[in-house]
């Protein structure tokens, strides 16, 4: 198993997937890894929705982006949404943490994901078709849609970013 520092830094978005089926036993374990990750409250807000084995929803869904030629070769798509249900409510700043929840479960899927040898890419522009996703997966009205993400095998052709030095971020440090 590789160390979590490890796993962090060598995790990329991968936006080629190979045509190689992934196991409903791996998706299990990513949403495991997503439903581990800590919110406020123990709320865990998170909610999923698994598009596998099932191309004609998965381009239906990559349609809705800018990125539908290479999304729609994806073998998997989780939609992942904030319950609003469990959330206390919308005040600004107590409705960002539960938001920020989402994020920590997101991040989880994708570097478990990366351990078990699959890519990933969190797709936030699908955003702005928030209710046509949310027709297709049949979602209930009061689950908000965070984003959805993309899982594969990568292929050996994926663009690999690169990150500012360090102190470039740090305004202060006491
Ligand atoms: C909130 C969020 C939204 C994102 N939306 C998209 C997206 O719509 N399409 C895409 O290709 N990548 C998307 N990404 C992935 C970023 O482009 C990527 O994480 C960034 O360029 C750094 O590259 P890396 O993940 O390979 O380290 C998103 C990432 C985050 C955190």
Same mark, same amino acid.
């Given at each position: 198993?590789?160390?979590?520092?490890?796993?962090?830094?060598?995790?990329?978005?991968?936006?080629?997937?190979?045509?190689?089926?992934?196991?409903?036993?791996?998706?299990?374990?990513?949403?495991?890894?997503?439903?581990?990750?800590?919110?406020?409250?123990?709320?865990?807000?998170?909610?999923?929705? &698994? /598009?596998? @084995?099932?191309? !004609?929803? *998965?381009?239906?869904?990559?349609?809705?982006? +800018?990125?539908?030629?290479?999304?729609?070769?994806?073998?998997?798509?989780?939609?992942?949404?904030?319950?609003?249900? &469990? /959330?206390? @409510?919308?005040? !600004?700043? *107590?409705?960002?943490?539960?938001?920020?929840? +989402?994020?920590?479960?997101?991040?989880?899927?994708?570097?478990?994901?990366?351990?078990?040898?699959?890519?990933?890419?969190?797709?936030?522009?699908?955003?702005?078709?928030?209710?046509?996703?949310?027709?297709?997966?049949?979602?209930?009205?009061?689950?908000?849609?965070?984003?959805?993400?993309?899982?594969?095998?990568?292929?050996?052709?994926?663009?690999?970013?690169?990150?500012?030095?360090?102190?470039?971020?740090?305004?202060?440090?006491?």
């Amino acid at each position: 198993m590789d160390s979590i520092m490890s796993t962090i830094v060598n995790r990329r978005s991968i936006r080629s997937y190979t045509s190689e089926k992934i196991s409903k036993n791996d998706i299990t374990k990513i949403l495991t890894a997503a439903s581990w990750a800590p919110s406020g409250n123990n709320l865990q807000p998170w909610k999923f929705s &698994v /598009v596998m @084995n099932n191309e !004609e929803l *998965i381009k239906r869904l990559s349609s809705l982006t +800018i990125y539908q030629s290479w999304l729609q070769t994806s073998p998997c798509l989780i939609a992942v949404f904030l319950d609003t249900k &469990v /959330v206390d @409510n919308k005040v !600004e700043g *107590i409705y960002l943490k539960h938001v920020q929840a +989402i994020g920590a479960a997101i991040q989880n899927m994708l570097l478990a994901a990366h351990e078990l040898g699959l890519g990933t890419c969190w797709i936030g522009e699908i955003l702005k078709n928030e209710d046509l996703v949310k027709e297709m997966l049949g979602a209930s009205k009061e689950l908000e849609l965070m984003a959805v993400i993309s899982v594969g095998y990568p292929n050996k052709n994926n663009i690999r970013s690169k990150r500012r030095v360090i102190s470039e971020n740090i305004i202060s440090w006491f």
